[in-house]
């Protein structure tokens, strides 16, 4: 299983782009990279996933380099309401072999 | 789509008593869900793999006798906590993965159990 490592916290101001990178050194071949955003006394919630490249949706982008040994999640014009926990997790093309990595929680100032 | 609803949300019990929570995915079938555990200010860890229909594979260090896991049917899985103490106090979140379409798909999770043993 290839380990996650993120930064534990971050700070942004409201309107700002915050790009949040996650490593993962040992991924392999047909692993998967998914991000999900958790609110205290919640479960987590899916945001974005994928395999190379670019991936964009309504809420969040994802870069992944070509070597694929990292990601980076994209929020765009953040606001308080994103405060936050983000999981980057690498898991396999079964879904069943993944690894939840420590989290990074993401606080937005006024 | 893709909504899982986990039940009750929120429990407060005496030692010694079991609890069961419910994990359901609602809008998709479930081959397989996950029960996690979370501590406060710690990351989701993995208790076990549910899967419809046989045992469930459990985490190393989690003991199967003490959290009971049935996976009866397509959209519904328990996990029951036996004679709990207050070290069982915590978060648990089940997740399921809708299969239907393609492998890839990501986890769905619920929104979790509190759980306060007294």
């Known amino acids: 299983l290839a380990k996650t490592t993120q930064p534990i916290s971050m700070d942004s101001y409201e309107g700002q782009e915050v790009n949040i990178t996650c490593s993962h050194n040992?991924?392999?071949?047909?692993?998967?990279i998914t991000w999900y955003q958790q609110f205290p006394s919640q479960g987590p919630r899916f945001i974005i996933q994928?395999?190379?490249t670019k991936v964009t949706n309504e809420v969040a982008s994802l870069f992944i380099p070509a070597d694929r040994k990292s990601s980076t999640l994209s929020l765009p014009r953040v606001s308080l309401s994103d405060t936050a926990v983000y999981y980057c997790?690498?898991?396999?093309?079964?879904?069943?072999?993944?690894?939840f990595g420590t989290g990074t929680s993401l606080t937005v100032i006024p | 789509g893709a909504v899982v609803s986990q039940h009750p949300s929120w429990v407060i019990c005496k030692s010694g008593t079991s609890v069961k929570i419910e994990c359901r995915s609602l809008?998709?079938?479930?081959?397989?869900m996950f029960w996690y555990r979370q501590f406060p200010k710690q990351s989701l860890m993995l208790m076990a793999t549910?899967?419809?229909?046989?045992?469930?594979?459990?985490e190393q260090g989690v003991e199967k006798d003490k959290f009971l896991i049935n996976h009866a049917s397509l959209t519904l899985s328990t996990l029951t906590v036996t004679s709990a103490h207050p070290e069982d106090s915590s978060f648990y979140i089940c997740?399921?993965?809708?299969?239907?379409?393609?492998?890839?798909?990501?986890?769905?999770f619920g929104d979790g159990t509190r759980l306060s043993i007294l």
């Open positions: 997790l690498v898991g396999d093309h079964t879904g069943n072999q993944f690894y």
């Open positions: 809008d998709f079938q479930a081959t397989t």
């Open positions: 997740s399921a993965r809708d299969v239907s379409r393609d492998t890839n798909q990501p986890q769905h």
């Open positions: 040992n991924i392999a071949t047909n692993d998967y």
């Open positions: 549910s899967n419809e229909g046989s045992k469930a594979t459990y």
């Open positions: 994928g395999y190379k």
